[in-house]
């Protein structure tokens, strides 16, 4: 049990680019429930992320993956231990400075993409911008921009529907790329997606964490994405397993545009 | 952020019928069954609509109503032309008699005998012939719609449709005759008798012998007197009941809402309106929230304060509210409009329109209140639940 928390000094900083610490927790417990139907969630994680590094999260189904990029994030309260997101605690913080904190430091892609059906893809990509208090145009503007970036700049006045899964999650990028949050946490952000377009969705992500010196935390269950982690972080019950290297900087250095094959 | 409430709530168009359906319901029940309640309240004043000019109105203190004749001293009407203030008086007979038609069957008719010398409190409008005409001998006018149906003659041939009574008609009020003058145009009344204009003499000889005739008095107020003030003077000085023309009018309306089963009826029509509306409104925004609540949830997660979530439920509700709200009163004036030529009693206030958009207001309030409960609550961590 507590032997986990062992193995993170054993992590190869090496195979992180090394730079200053975005995310560092400590112990980090939640269960949820109380008395019988309780669930120890996680069991005392302990993990860090580089700034601009790519942390994949792996793990069989419900041993906390989820809950612990929630609590990183700032959706879900930890029940104890520590832990600092760019220097700031959350359990310091009022419910409206986490929310505020999120809006300006934070991005999220999820599985289900969760685009508003209503929304032209390029509102939809506005709307961290808005959050954060930009004027509608500017947010407007930002957004285009951003889903030129994401290969996606013909399609602004399209309505999520009328694009595939992959453009779909690509949208999502865009959203949780236009305001340069410094933090991007992706639960299972291909599993949705076929083979390729995964891959495409990865390299993507893989492209604007180094150009953007973002720190991502990516939860997955497919391992044929794992060669774009710089790290791999595998999580058993509750409890960090062990961290290996992987071959992001490879990847990376490759560049996106070879391709989709492993 | 408002553009984006606004068009989340066409995420789902059957659903945002719903809601708007929920709200029209309730505001057009409300404004139509309000409208005809209205309507018929103001036909139990018709009488007093009718007579016109005078300020104010004096009657003996225990009636009620138009309706309710409880005739006074003769020498009434001298005691108040006595009063200070008062610039004119003019006696009105009011009564219900018995018209024996000249086919040998009897009706009830309102009979008005309006002064001999000035006519007060005529008709409102003539169809044919003058009020004048009643200083002929043994004149009567009757009323339009009287005349063309109760009023009216048999058929001269079977299956034909009834001859409407007219001018120069005769008819028999208690053993006495009445010529027909004129044609008159009335304001539809509450009781549909047929209303018989004459003048006050005449009336007196039509009614049953009885001690007392004077059922109203009819009053001008002198340039510059305060209408209230003079009714109170009337009633102290002479001991006799005076209201001014809106006064009595209200105090018809209540004893018809007070002795009457019609605003339990009404009230029970919009209650069930307001009632149905709201489950339907509340219900459907409440789930429109629940489908939304993953697309809320994300807003949550990506740092979108309770304050904003708040305003744009509240500004959702509001859109529904006023779309709802139009199509609801469009849908009760357009019932209205087309029912314009029917006897159906139908009044559309402005009040009636308030209280339907406060209605309203009120239940997409309630609505918005579930969901902003349930929104508020909401752990932004179910964002990356499946
Ligand atoms: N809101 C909740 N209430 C109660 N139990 C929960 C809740 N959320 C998660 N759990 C439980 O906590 C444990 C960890 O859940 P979590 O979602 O973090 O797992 P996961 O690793 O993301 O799983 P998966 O790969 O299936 O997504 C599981 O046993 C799950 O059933
Ligand atoms: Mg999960």
């Excluded at chain 2, 006696?91 to 006519?119: H, M, S, W």
Aim: net charge positive; aromatic share 6%.
């Amino acid at each position: 049990m507590t032997s986990a928390s062992t193995n993170v000094p054993a992590v190869p900083t090496a195979a992180s680019p090394g730079r200053e610490i975005a995310v560092r927790c400590r112990a980090v417990t939640k269960t949820y429930g109380t008395g019988n139907s309780a669930v120890k969630a996680l069991r005392g994680v302990d993990i860090d992320v580089h700034s601009g590094e790519l942390l994949m999260l792996v793990g069989p189904s419900g041993c906390g993956k989820t809950t612990l990029i929630s609590v990183i994030a700032g959706v879900l309260d930890r029940d104890g231990g520590e832990c600092t997101v760019l220097g700031e605690d959350y359990a310091r913080m009022r419910s409206d400075a986490k929310t505020t904190f999120r809006g300006r430091n934070v991005g999220f892609v999820f599985q289900a993409f969760n685009l508003i059906p209503t929304l032209t893809i390029a509102e939809n990509v506005s709307v961290p911008m808005l959050i954060n208090g930009s004027p509608r145009t500017a947010a407007m503007k930002a957004a285009k921009d951003m889903l030129a970036q994401v290969g996606l700049g013909e399609r602004v006045n399209d309505i999520p529907s009328r694009l595939s899964g992959g453009q779909q999650q690509r949208v999502a990028i865009a959203r949780a790329l236009v305001h340069q949050p410094r933090l991007l946490v992706c639960d299972e952000p291909t599993s949705a997606l076929d083979h390729v377009t995964g891959q495409k969705v990865m390299e993507l992500l893989r492209q604007v964490a180094s150009a953007h010196e973002l720190s991502l935390v990516v939860v997955t269950h497919d391992q044929r994405i794992f060669e774009f982690a710089d790290r791999i972080a595998e999580m058993d019950d509750g409890h960090i397993m062990r961290i290996t290297a992987g071959s992001g900087h490879k990847v990376a250095a490759h560049g996106a545009a070879t391709g989709a094959g492993r | 952020m408002n553009l984006l409430a606004l068009k989340m709530l066409l995420n789902d168009r059957a659903k945002y019928a719903g809601i708007v359906l929920g709200v029209m319901l309730a505001s057009m029940v409300i404004t139509q069954q309000g409208s005809i309640f209205v309507g018929l309240m103001s036909r139990t004043f018709a009488a007093i609509t009718d007579a016109g000019g005078p300020d104010i109105w004096v009657m003996d203190p225990k009636v009620q109503f138009i309706d309710d004749t409880k005739p006074m001293q003769a020498t009434a009407l001298n005691r108040v032309r006595g009063v200070p203030g008062v610039a004119f008086a003019a006696p009105l007979y009011k009564g219900l008699l018995r018209v024996r038609l000249d086919n040998g069957e009897f009706q009830n008719c309102n009979v008005i005998g309006l002064d001999d010398a000035t006519l007060t409190g005529g008709p409102p409008a003539m169809l044919e012939g003058k009020v004048e005409d009643l200083r002929r001998a043994d004149a009567v006018i009757v009323d339009a719609v009287g005349a063309s149906t109760r009023l009216a003659r048999k058929p001269t041939t079977p299956g034909g449709s009834p001859v409407p009574l007219k001018v120069g008609d005769t008819m028999e009020l208690n053993d006495r005759r009445g010529v027909v003058v004129g044609i008159s145009l009335n304001t539809r009344s509450f009781q549909s008798q047929p209303t018989i204009y004459t003048t006050f003499s005449r009336a007196t000889q039509f009614a049953p012998r009885e001690r007392k005739q004077l059922t109203f008095i009819l009053v001008n107020a002198a340039e510059g007197e305060d209408h209230d003030a003079l009714c109170e003077r009337i009633s102290e000085s002479t001991g006799l009941a005076a209201y001014t023309r809106d006064q009595f009018k209200w105090k018809t309306v209540m004893h018809f809402v007070n002795n009457t089963g019609i605003p339990i009826n009404f009230g029970m029509a919009v209650s069930l309106g307001f009632v149905i509306g709201a489950l339907i409104t509340g219900f459907m925004f409440f789930s429109f929230t629940l489908d939304n609540l993953r697309f809320l949830g994300t807003l949550k997660a990506m740092g979108t304060s309770d304050r904003t979530l708040l305003r744009m439920i509240l500004l959702q509700a509001v859109s529904v509210a006023v779309v709802g709200y139009g199509l609801g009163i469009g849908a009760a004036a357009w019932f209205g409009h087309s029912m314009s030529g029917t006897p159906l009693a139908f009044r559309m206030t402005w009040q009636l329109l308030f209280v339907a958009f406060c209605a309203v207001v009120v239940i997409c309030m309630l609505a918005a209140m579930l969901s902003i409960r349930k929104v508020m609550k909401l752990e932004p961590a179910i964002v990356f639940k499946g």
